[in-house]
């Protein structure tokens, strides 16, 4: 019996890009037609790694700065989202590039809360497996606010719950704009302890 079940929502990816400079202050990362997804992310981008130093988000777990498993190779956003936080903020839209973002999709509802490991799926066979929610954070509000002054600063607020997930890869491919993902999801009942 399978233990990832495909569901009947895809969506397709509209923008890709990959974020190389370890500079948080910028955070630009850059466009991209298609990107090559290996087991260690994507190769040149400053997330890329089979390990990562632990990070604020881990400290109940790990003293900051300890080895382990990198789950956040990859940062993956809705497009209708996007407009909701856009709109949030008063901005037409919001460049995914500001946000250090690598895939964004469009067409799962409520993308930021599918259930953590969930896999996206693309035609090629490349798959990325869902960690967790991203939590909205100041270095993408840094970047909105160098280019949309006064308005970068309501970012954490306008994103909260909207901000995407993070993941790393399960099978390694090539996933292009134009693709569709198609969404799989854990054969399981939710918590209930």
Known sequence: MPALKPTDWSAEIV????????????????????L???FEGVEGECHAGLTRPSCSRVTSQYPKGTPIRNERQVS???AEELDEIATK??????DPARLGATIVVR???????????????????A????????????FPAKSIEAEHPGQGT??????????????????EGRIAVGDTLTLHVPDQRAWSP
């Open 15 to 34: 923008w890709l890009g990959s974020l190389v400079s370890e500079d948080r202050k910028v955070m630009l990362g850059e466009e991209r037609e298609a």
């Open 36 to 38: 090559d997804l290996t």
């Open 76 to 78: 993956i956003v809705s």
């Open 89 to 94: 903020l008063g901005l037409e839209r919001i």
């Open 107 to 125: 067409g799962i509802p409520d993308f930021t809360h599918i259930p953590p490991s969930s896999r996206l799926q693309a035609p090629s066979g």
């Open 127 to 138: 798959t990325v497996c869902v960690d967790m929610e991203n939590r909205p954070c100041q």
């Open 154 to 171: 309501g970012f954490k607020t306008a994103a909260k719950g909207k901000r995407g997930v993070t993941a790393w890869v399960a099978a």
